[in-house]
């Protein structure tokens, strides 16, 4: 298995100011993603975070809206940008060490636009 | 409809009782993963079954896999109080590269004591 961690665990922001949430593994793996979980709601991919390149992202999702970084094959993060009451979800990365693997998730970090 | 879907989408039992849950896909899969999620928090693996598989078991859990039918069950035994979450079926497709998991819309299973 893999140990996650996320900062923060949650936030209450105000509308049109950006969050950026980390994620961080205790030890080294090949892919990273981003999930995003709307209240009451399932999750929905938001993008693959590519070590070394930009993120490759998921359809109705976009870079400039959520710029993700990924600067080493332990760390990670997602920036929800230009915040609207809508964005209110629970964010999630999750970790693969290889393809086909089990996939192991954060603990999430809870956003609250106001 | 999406990827993975599931029922019942709730499920109410008493504990000690044994709770069944279905998922139901529509594209070739290399695996199927199940996770169970407390009161909005992580989500915590349970079991992944390949698409070679048909049933793999692990403590009180069972899952099976029936790749003809595109369609998965997860069998919790003896349940517990404690089991009390939402579960979630979640497939990795053979068409999509990158292991990007396409998650059902989740069971919200309650154990009463």
């Known amino acids: 298995s893999a140990v996650i961690s996320q900062k923060p665990s949650r936030d209450i922001c105000q509308r049109g100011t950006s969050l950026t949430i980390q994620c961080q593994v205790d030890?080294?793996?090949?892919?990273m993603f981003w999930y995003r979980q709307q209240p009451g709601q399932s999750l929905t991919l938001i993008a693959t975070?590519?070590?070394?390149?930009?993120?490759?992202?998921e359809s109705g999702f976009v870079i400039d809206k959520f710029p993700i970084s990924r600067p080493n094959l332990t760390f990670s993060t997602l920036t929800v940008s230009n915040m609207s009451p809508e964005d209110s979800s629970i964010y999630l990365c999750?970790?693969?060490?290889?393809?086909?693997?089990?996939?192991?998730f954060g603990p999430g970090t809870r956003l609250t636009v106001l | 409809s999406q990827q993975g879907e599931e029922d019942p989408q709730a499920l109410s039992i008493q504990e000690g009782e044994n709770a069944t849950m279905n998922c139901s896909y529509k594209?070739?899969?290399?695996?199927l993963q199940w996770y169970r999620q407390n009161s909005g928090r992580g989500l915590v693996h349970l079991i992944l079954?390949?698409?070679?598989?048909r049933e793999k078991h692990s403590g009180r859990l069972r899952v099976t896999l029936d790749t003809s039918k595109k369609s998965s069950s997860l069998l919790i035994t003896a349940s517990r109080a404690a089991d009390t979450a939402s579960y979630f079926c979640?497939?990795?497709?053979?068409?999509?590269?990158?292991?990007?998991?396409?998650f059902g819309e989740g069971t919200q299973l309650t154990v009463n004591p």
């Open positions: 999750s970790v693969l060490r290889g393809v086909g693997d089990t996939q192991y």
């Open positions: 030890s080294q793996v090949t892919m």
């Open positions: 975070a590519n070590q070394g390149s930009e993120a490759t992202y």
């Open positions: 594209t070739s899969i290399n695996n």
């Open positions: 079954i390949r698409s070679n598989e």
């Open positions: 979640a497939t990795d497709a053979m068409e999509t590269s990158g292991s990007r998991l396409t």
